[in-house]
């Protein structure tokens, strides 16, 4: 039951929702409610926010981050 009051919570948070036109098939309604989500970053927003992360583990994800970044960036543009 905790589970699906936490669910209701993120969903009222997100808010997201499109209006379906007179005669308009479920289908095509349904591809602009997922394109929305997508385009919003809703699912990937949900997805980090499902577990809570320590601050030390959401530090170590942001350095490596910027350690790959980096290590691109030299590969692409040399060693400036």
Do not use: C, W
């Not at 589970?3 to 009222?12: F, L, P």
């Not at 007179?22 to 926010?49: I, W």
């Amino acid at each position: 039951m905790e589970r699906i009051a936490e669910y209701k919570n993120v969903h009222h948070h997100f808010q997201n929702g499109i209006p379906v036109r007179d005669s308009e098939p479920v289908e095509a309604a349904l591809k602009r409610f997922k394109r929305e989500v997508a385009n919003t970053g809703t699912l990937t927003e949900l997805k980090k926010k499902e577990f809570y992360e320590k601050p030390s583990v959401l530090k170590k994800r942001r350095n490596d981050a910027a350690k790959r970044k980096r290590a691109r960036k030299k590969t692409l543009f040399g060693d400036n």
